[in-house]
């Protein structure tokens, strides 16, 4: 069976400039405090675009180098390739590379994923983007890697108002001759244009059934506060994760908390504590500019909830996605 590998809205804002961040502290819930689990930290040139993005992991009583990534970009800062490498304990190994094309009106065309493999590197996925003529996003193609040629793999057509608004996305499998619905996702918005909620539907064989919804909170100031993560359970939405939300006076976020609904109340999950560097720059940008975990799938390309022990895709806001392994 084939691989779904979908990186959704991996072509959006894919600018290898740095938000501000310097680092982001990931915690754990033990049940009384917090503990070390991940931090990333952010290396940028004179320019201010990001170079390198290290990733170190928490060992009793010291972090330890994981992966990192490096990006090359051109004068502009646009993004032209990065390259993912693994620590082996002593030196970095290489992983992945993913290189990226864009169009005449600079929008991301294509981005092609490549593995590491002794002395050279393989293809393995690639995306194709198409855009309508006021050039918005309608299309990602994601095609696979057979060993002579590219295979259709899955793809995303997007529907969006005449502003570019997103209203809905649906994601299809190829079948080996033609194209399978497997999931949908509709959403809506408040009055300021900020996301409400993002419903999720999966196909069965002949309809739409609900699976999770996506519902946004903003304060006053249209900064986002609160992300409650719900299942439907044949006839009502069940609270399931939420993510709770800090933010400095700029709307930047200082720290997010991950909680988890045990039937009766929210437990403690993980924490997200946000550092940036000082700039004169503009940082009253839409909180999307954030780097915040928005949507995490699994290998097949479903939504799910972070896990342990299993590999996944973790969406972000400014438009990457990372493939992660966190151990107990």
Not at 7 to 20: M, R
Not at 231 to 238: I, M, R
Not at 244 to 259: A, K
Request: hydrophobic share 30%; with cysteine; glycine share 8%.
């Amino acid at each position: 069976m084939k691989k779904l590998l979908l990186f959704i809205c991996a072509f959006l804002a894919l600018s290898s400039s740095a938000q501000n961040i310097d680092n982001i502290l990931y915690e754990n819930w033990n049940g009384v405090s917090w503990d070390n689990s991940m931090y990333q930290d952010y290396t940028y040139d004179g320019s201010g675009y990001l170079t390198n993005l290290l990733t170190t992991t928490w060992n009793v009583s010291f972090w330890e180098n994981s992966s990192q990534n490096n990006y090359t970009n051109d004068g502009s800062g646009t993004l032209q390739d990065y390259i993912t490498q693994i620590w082996d304990g002593s030196i970095w190994d290489n992983s992945q590379r993913a290189t990226y094309t864009y169009n005449g009106s600079g929008d991301p065309l294509t981005i092609t994923f490549q593995n590491w493999n002794v002395s050279s590197w393989d293809n393995d996925l690639k995306q194709n983007a198409t855009y309508d003529g006021s050039g918005y996003l309608t299309n990602l193609l994601t095609t696979v890697w057979n060993g002579n040629t590219w295979e259709n793999n899955g793809q995303i057509n997007y529907t969006n108002d005449g502003s570019g608004t997103l209203q809905d996305y649906t994601i299809q499998q190829w079948n080996g001759s033609g194209w399978d619905n497997s999931q949908r996702a509709t959403y809506t918005y408040n009055g300021s244009g900020d996301p409400l909620t993002i419903t999720f539907q999966n196909w069965n064989v002949s309809s739409w059934e609900n699976s999770n919804q996506y519902n946004y909170t903003n304060d006053g100031s249209g900064y986002l506060t609160n992300l409650l993560i719900t299942n439907w359970n044949v006839s009502t939405w069940e609270n399931n994760v939420q993510y709770n939300y800090t933010n400095n006076g700029s709307g930047t976020v200082q720290d997010l908390i991950v909680q988890s609904w045990n039937g009766s109340g929210w437990d403690n999950f993980q924490k997200v504590t946000y550092d940036y560097i000082p700039s004169t720059a503009n940082l009253t940008e839409i909180y999307d500019n954030d780097r915040k975990v928005i949507h995490v799938f699994d290998m097949m390309g479903r939504e799910t909830s972070p896990q342990k022990n299993k590999v996944l895709i973790y969406q972000y806001s400014d438009g990457t996605t990372e493939r992660i392994f966190e151990f107990d």
